[in-house]
């Protein structure tokens, strides 16, 4: 558990948040939750809400600085203002400059702030290394939203059906997690789509699933795999274009690619020790749906080219973490060559 859930739940609570990551779902919870706490109903004279790269910062910190009028406190939400991304403080022009002092007053706002103003900032990028972040580690808490594990998303797919008076097994929810990806807007979605589709049934099924939900993510990883493996190099490029289109990070997608390429192998050294399909379920602990489909999948491939496919994917690892190339453009390029006919 977080310091952030555990404060929360004690009801304790800071003077400033920093939400931020990919995963906007988590970040609009977590804000929407401080203000249904903080803020009464129909207060709209101790609550301010700001969005967008052309927010007033002026208007922000006066606020700031401003009692709040009958209430315990005054919540102010700034989103999406691209004040914490990285090199936002770096223009050397005569805007920038300005903004500069701007940036200075803010700081300087947040670490005087008063104990009866809330502030929460709610942004996708934050440069960690910025004096705006180290100010709100300093005074309050900065949590960072990132994109769940499967696991873990698995894992809130499950909450999401108890919530809405719904059973789904642990393999079922890995199953919709496979199928729509780790997004949690989506998948919240998906489970309320399946929640209405099963009436009176308690339980949701991996029938249900294949009936009613939007497959995307991790179907398009498989058929681009499966397309490498058949030498099928613009499918595979076309997929991967999807996948952006879908604003699926280029780091997400190899982490995926590497995790099929991984599987593959596994099974694909158990079907050569003449193991069947529910034997192989059995030794990885996977559900059979998942041994199957992989099991169809690897029939392009040898363990040779399964091997070296997974060391290209941890060179493009290796040149993403290291700079040394952009990562959409690394996962192109590992996809050009790990598609192309064996020598």
Same mark, same amino acid.
């Given at each position: 558990? &977080? ?41 709209? =004279?101790?609550? &301010? ?5 052309? %927010?007033?910062?002026?208007?922000? @910190?006066?606020?700031?600085? *401003?009692?709040? #009028? ?13 004040? #914490? ?34 502030? @929460?900032? &709610?942004?996708?990028? $934050? ?15 900065? !949590?960072?939203? !990132?994109? =769940? ?8 797919? $499950? ?10 097994? &642990? ?33 949701? %099924? ?7 939900? *939007? ?29 952006? %289109?879908?604003?699926?990070?280029? #780091?997400?997608?190899? *982490? ?13 050294? =158990? =079907? ?28 392009? #491939? ?28 690394? @996962? ?12």
């Amino acid at each position: 558990m &977080s310091r952030l859930t555990e404060e929360l739940q004690a009801n304790t609570y800071r003077n400033v948040y920093l939400f931020f990551g990919d995963e906007a779902f988590n970040r609009n919870s977590y804000k929407n939750y401080l203000v249904r706490k903080l803020v009464a109903e129909g207060d709209n =004279l101790n609550y &301010s809400y700001f969005e967008g790269s052309k %927010t007033d910062m002026s208007e922000v @910190i006066g606020l700031m600085e *401003t009692m709040p #009028f009958m209430a315990d406190h005054r919540v102010i939400v700034v989103e999406n203002s691209g004040w #914490f991304a990285k090199g936002s403080s770096d223009d050397e022009s005569n805007e920038g400059k300005r903004k500069g002092k701007e940036s200075d007053g803010l700081l300087s706002a947040i670490e005087n702030i008063s104990e009866d103003v809330v502030v @929460i900032f &709610s942004e996708e990028k $934050a440069d960690q290394r910025s004096k705006l972040f180290k100010a709100i580690s300093k005074a309050g808490i900065c !949590e960072n939203c !990132e994109k =769940l594990t499967p696991e873990a998303a698995s894992m809130q797919v $499950a909450r999401f059906a108890k919530k809405e008076g719904k059973l789904i097994r &642990s393999s079922t929810a890995e199953y919709l997690v496979n199928e729509v990806g780790c997004d949690l807007y989506t998948l919240y979605m998906e489970v309320n789509k399946l929640a209405c589709w099963c009436l009176e049934r308690d339980e949701i %099924t991996i029938s249900d699933i294949d009936e009613v939900c *939007t497959h995307q993510v991790n179907n398009k990883i498989f058929d681009m795999v499966s397309a490498i493996g058949n030498h099928r190099q613009k499918e595979a490029l076309k997929l991967y274009y999807d996948l952006l %289109t879908l604003r699926e990070s280029p #780091f997400h997608i190899l *982490t995926l690619i590497t995790r099929q390429y991984n599987q593959m192998l596994e099974v694909k050294s =158990l =079907l050569n020790a003449e193991f069947g399909p529910r034997a192989i379920a059995e030794k990885l602990g996977s559900p059979d749906w998942l041994v199957k489909k992989i099991s169809a999948s690897v029939s392009g #491939f040898s363990k040779k080219k399964i091997k070296r496919c997974l060391e290209a994917c941890a060179k493009a690892d290796e040149d993403i973490k290291s700079g040394n190339i952009s990562d959409a453009l690394s @996962i192109e390029l590992l996809i050009i060559e790990c598609s192309q006919a064996d020598n």
